[in-house]
């Protein structure tokens, strides 16, 4: 299809970015290194790891992005902690919930010393 021009077209570009979730997991993944350090080469280029949590919910049109339905919302949470039990998503929570406590440890021991 051919590219739309003026307001109607710039606005679309805009909502479609901000909606656009994989264009950003692919940038973050080839940057970052999904749940690796990110290399170059033989140097570490990063030592930040990237996580994604990405349940699968269907189409936009089941579950649309501001929708507000109690049951809607219901079904979203029972999908997402369905998911967030599936071993894969267990073991990136678990090195998260590691990470961030190695973190607010070193935080503990600096703020007695300091």
């Not at 710039?10 to 909502?15: A, M, S």
């Not at 570490?44 to 649309?64: C, E, H, L």
């Not at 039990?85 to 503990?108: C, F, T, Y």
């Amino acid at each position: 299809s051919e590219p739309r021009i003026g307001w109607d077209g710039i606005i679309g570009q805009i909502v479609n970015s901000a909606c656009d979730g994989e264009m950003t997991h692919h940038i973050l993944e080839d940057i970052l290194g999904q749940t690796r350090t990110a290399r170059l080469g033989r140097s570490s280029v990063s030592t930040t790891k990237y996580y994604r949590f990405n349940p699968v919910v269907g189409t936009a049109d089941t579950f649309p992005i501001d929708g507000t339905d109690p049951e809607k919302l219901d079904e979203l949470s029972k999908i997402t902690s369905a998911y967030m039990k599936e071993p894969e998503q267990d073991a990136k929570l678990q090195e998260i919930v590691s990470i961030l406590n190695r973190k607010r440890g070193w935080r503990r021991l600096m703020s007695r010393t300091g």
